[in-house]
Every structure is written in structure tokens, then in C-alpha cells.
């Protein structure tokens, strides 16, 4: 990459570099599955290497800027073409390094070909000069233009697809881009980069820059010549970036578009369809090991279904294959790292104090040194007994009486947090009534609550859970752009 701190080592499974990373400064990748497989190595940018990069952005930016936006287009859709046809490997390194499901891993790359393409052709629509009425002797038009250097920063959960749509959008409406993955995913980030290179993004155009976020992430949200941030991540992160770039005396007044975290909930009323509902709270709450910001959190269930849903879904859980995500067979992979893992025992912990456990999946005997937390629900008498999101496998459910809807949907709204709700009712009044006072930004009726198809189901939260615009819907690249309007006395 541009700024050249990186040097990647192919993924060769089975091979134990440890010792010999941490001898070279080098930090160890290791499979989350195994925790022992060391499968890359990466080292964290200095700040010589963050000055270097933000140098470069500024001087490859204008010439950036002036390639028509169909070669910009005509590009990302080479990487698109690139990407699909080497789907296995890409695949195999979502496995690798952040422990997803194969058919997460294919969900995966289709997603990041997905916005490759999506945000391509956004670029010949919202790029090409408009003409605006007005009165005679005057010609008027509007173009858009990059806004400058635009800052990546990404999460580790969907390591590709978030990454290569952020870094996708700022490239097609002309910014130069400094990409930095999440800490746990740099060899992903690093050969999406990579990809992008190949199919003729010049390299000073993006870079990549690896690091942890209170340093490398810190520093370049403070640097004046940085003129957006697109971020995702969680809520007090998108604030301490929020601060950097308000804090910052000189440059421009620069933009943020973020994308954070849920207490997202479903709410099923009497008419829901048990079956249906249990095999949608199910996939919502435990697909990707619940490390999706869209997954369910809370399941609100109406009282006259209750047990027989409780019952229901412990028996679900239980036929759950919890294990090595590399096999076919298998629906919950490990979660991301140590930390993660910590976090949900922690709370597994409050809830055998304040909870009733409802059921706990089983893990295979042949995990033993990954980071797996066995999907785990639990009764709770309100939703104040979660104090954070809990992201991993973990669901909760609560009963509620008939004459409470509005008070639930109060209820969820008072989180603060407004990202996906899903909704299992037969009652059109009573869908209408909830998708009218929830503060939400996707609702999924009588469906699981999770994905989000690019171009068809735009994503993105309100309140704690995002500035929007959607990603994946037609307001987001516009975003990245700033606009002109040019007047000409003729
Ligand atoms: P998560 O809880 O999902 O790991 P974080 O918000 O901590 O979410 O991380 C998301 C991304 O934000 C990562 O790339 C991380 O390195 C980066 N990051 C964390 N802290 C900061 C910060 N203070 N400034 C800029 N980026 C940061």
C-alpha cells in the first residue's frame, strides 16, 4: 500500500509463526476457531507512516478528483469483476481471521461486489452535471466534487463488506482515501486494498493503514487536512471521533457519516406464527454469532404465546451446531477475540443473578481453545436490566400484556438506540401502529430482522445508532461529495 507499513504472509493454515512475528515487532493474527493458528501478521502504523499517508492523500487528491467519475466507476466495477471470481479465497480468510460461517463468508464477498457495483453506477448518476432553470442571459449547473481526504475507519464484524463499501463510496465521488481496519481484520482490509490497487485505483489515491484505533484512528480524525470520517462502529467511538474532528482548529468543517451499534428488538404479538417466529428469532439473534449491529437483542413476546414461544425456541436452540465455522454443518462460528468472549461471560453472569436462563446451546467437544460463547436466552422482567449491547449470541426475552403495544415501542424507543426492529404480527393495524412510532431505522415484518440487500433495503440507524445516510441507498455517496453550482452569464 502507499504508506508500505504492511507486509502480509499468505494464509498457510496449520503454520505457527508466533515467535517468530513477535521477534520482528510483528503482531500475530490467530484464528479465532483455534486461537493457535497463526494465520498473518501485521504491524501498527507509526506516526512518521500516518504523516506519510496524509501527505500522499493530499497530493494524489486533485488528480483524483479531475478523472471523469465513469473511469472512477469503470474501475470499481473491474474490482467488483475481480472479487467475484475470487470469492473461495476471500471466503477463506473471513473464516480465518474473523472466525465467519462459510455461509456468512459468502454473504460476505456478494455484499462487498455488491456495494463495488451499487455505488459505481451512484457515481455516473449523481456525477453528471445537472442543469437547473433560470432566467434567461444566465446558465446555471450543479456537479458534485470529492471533498478531499476521506478517512475509513471499519469494524471487525463484517470485515470486508463494511470496508469495501466505505472505502468504495469516498473513491467513487473523487476523495483520496486512508483505510484502517479494524485491529482484527487487518488481512482482510489489506488485500481488499490490495484488490483495489489491481484493478487501477492509483496508490496514493488509497492507502492502507493499519493500527489501533486510540492511536493511528485517534490521529488521523484530529489531522485538519482530513475533510470526512466514514465510520462504523460503536456509539462512544463515533463520539470521541465526533470530538477529534470538532476539536480541530484549522481545515474544513469535516463531515462524519457514522454507522453504530442497536439494542435492536422483536416484537410478536398473539397472532404471530410461533413456527415462524422462533426460526426468525433464531437467525436474528444467532447468525454470526450475534455479531451483526442489526441482530436481535430482545424478543417481545405477547403473553397469551409466550411459553409455548419460550418452549419453542429452547428446543431450537438446542439442535443449534455451535463450532468450527470452516465446516458446512455449522450455524455458530466463535466470536471475534478474547475481549469479546470476556465481555459475554460477564454478562452471563448478571443474568444468572437477575435472569431466568431459558436454554443454552451446545458446543462441539472438539472446540477447545477458541473463543466461542454458546448462544445463551434469557427471561427479563424489563429492558432496563440491559445496560449495554450485549454483541454476540445472546438473547432476551420479555412478555407483554395486550394493552401495553404502545408502551413496548416506548419502551424500546427510551434505549436511545434506533437500528432494526422486527415485527411478527397478522394485525395490519397493529404493524401500522408500531412502524409508526418507532424510532427506527429498518423494520423487518413477519421476516428475520438481519441483512440488508445493497440498492433494495438502504441500512443505517438514527440516535445512538448513527448520523445515516443509509448505506446502500441512493443518499449515501452524495455525502461524500461536496457540491458545485456554477453560474454562467451568457
Ligand atoms: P468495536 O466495539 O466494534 O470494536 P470500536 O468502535 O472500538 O468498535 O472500533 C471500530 C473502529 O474504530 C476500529 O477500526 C477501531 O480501531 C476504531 N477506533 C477505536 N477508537 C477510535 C478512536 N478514538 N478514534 C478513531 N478510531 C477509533
Same mark, same amino acid.
Given at each position: 500500500a502507499g504508506a508500505g507499513s504492511w507486509r502480509a504472509m499468505p494464509?498457510?493454515?496449520?503454520?505457527?509463526l508466533a515467535a517468530d512475528a513477535e521477534s520482528r515487532g510483528m503482531l500475530a493474527v490467530t484464528n479465532p476457531a483455534d486461537r493457535r493458528e497463526t494465520v498473518g501478521r501485521w504491524q501498527p502504523a507509526d506516526s512518521a507512516t500516518v504523516e506519510k499517508a496524509l501527505q500522499n492523500a493530499v497530493a494524489a487528491q486533485p488528480g483524483w478528483d479531475a478523472t471523469p467519475a465513469a473511469s472512477r466507476a469503470a474501475i470499481l466495477e473491474h474490482a467488483a469483476t475481480l472479487l467475484e471470481a475470487r470469492m473461495p479465497q476471500y471466503m477463506a480468510m473471513c473464516t480465518k481471521e474473523a472466525g465467519k460461517t462459510l455461509s456468512d463468508g459468502v454473504a460476505e464477498v456478494r455484499e462487498a461486489v455488491d456495494f463495488l457495483r451499487y455505488y459505481a453506477a451512484q457515481a455516473r448518476k449523481h456525477f453528471a452535471v445537472e442543469a437547473l432553470p433560470g432566467p434567461t442571459g444566465e446558465s446555471n449547473t450543479l456537479q458534485l466534487a470529492g471533498r478531499g481526504v476521506f478517512v475509513c475507519i471499519s469494524p471487525w464484524n463484517f470485515p470486508l463488506a463494511i470496508f469495501m463499501g466505505q472505502v468504495a463510496a469516498a473513491l467513487a465521488a473523487g476523495n483520496s482515501v486512508i483505510a484502517k481496519p479494524a485491529e482484527q481484520t487487518n488481512l482482510i482490509g489489506h488485500a481488499a486494498v490490495k484488490l483495489l490497487h489491481e484493478a487501477g485505483i492509483p496508490e496514493a489515491v488509497l492507502q492502507f493503514l493499519p493500527g489501533d484505533g486510540a492511536t493511528v484512528g485517534a490521529a488521523l480524525t484530529r489531522d485538519p487536512r482530513v475533510a470526512g470520517v466514514a465510520f462504523t462502529g460503536s456509539t462512544e467511538t463515533a463520539r470521541a471521533i465526533n470530538r477529534a474532528l470538532a476539536g480541530r482548529e484549522s481545515g474544513a468543517i469535516a463531515v462524519l457519516i457514522a454507522e453504530t451499534g442497536g439494542q435492536n428488538a422483536l416484537i410478536a404479538d398473539s397472532s404471530a406464527l410461533p413456527e415462524q417466529l422462533v426460526k426468525d428469532a433464531l437467525s436474528s439473534a444467532f447468525t454470526s454469532a450475534g455479531q451483526r449491529c442489526s441482530a436481535a437483542r430482545v424478543l417481545f413476546v405477547q403473553e397469551d404465546i409466550a411459553d409455548k414461544v419460550v418452549h419453542m425456541l429452547a428446543g431450537a436452540m438446542a439442535e443449534l451446531k455451535v463450532g468450527?465455522? %470452516?465446516?458446512?454443518?455449522?450455524d455458530v462460528g466463535p466470536v471475534i477475540d478474547a475481549d469479546a468472549l470476556a465481555l459475554l461471560e460477564d454478562h452471563a453472569a448478571k443474568m444468572a443473578k437477575d435472569a431466568t436462563l431459558i436454554a443454552t446451546a451446545t458446543t462441539d467437544d472438539s472446540i477447545e481453545h477458541g473463543t466461542f460463547f454458546a448462544p445463551r436466552a434469557w427471561e427479563l422482567k424489563?429492558?432496563?436490566?440491559?445496560?449495554?449491547?450485549?454483541? %454476540?449470541p445472546a438473547l432476551h426475552v420479555i412478555r407483554w400484556k395486550a394493552e401495553d403495544l404502545d408502551q413496548v415501542v416506548d419502551t424500546i424507543n427510551a434505549t436511545g438506540f434506533g437500528l432494526t426492529l422486527g415485527i411478527h404480527s397478522r394485525i395490519d393495524e397493529s404493524i401500522d401502529r408500531i412502524v409508526q412510532r418507532a424510532k427506527v431505522g429498518n423494520i423487518y415484518v413477519n421476516r428475520n430482522q438481519i441483512g440488508a440487500v445493497v440498492g433494495v433495503q438502504p441500512f443505517g440507524g438514527q440516535n445512538l445508532s448513527g448520523t445515516g445516510p443509509k448505506a446502500g441507498g441512493p443518499h449515501y455517496l452524495p455525502r461524500f461529495a461536496t457540491e458545485k453550482t456554477v453560474t454562467v452569464n451568457t
Open positions: 494464509l498457510v493454515p496449520g503454520a505457527n468450527d465455522p %470452516g465446516l458446512l454443518s455449522t424489563s429492558l432496563s436490566q440491559l445496560t449495554r449491547e450485549n454483541f %454476540g
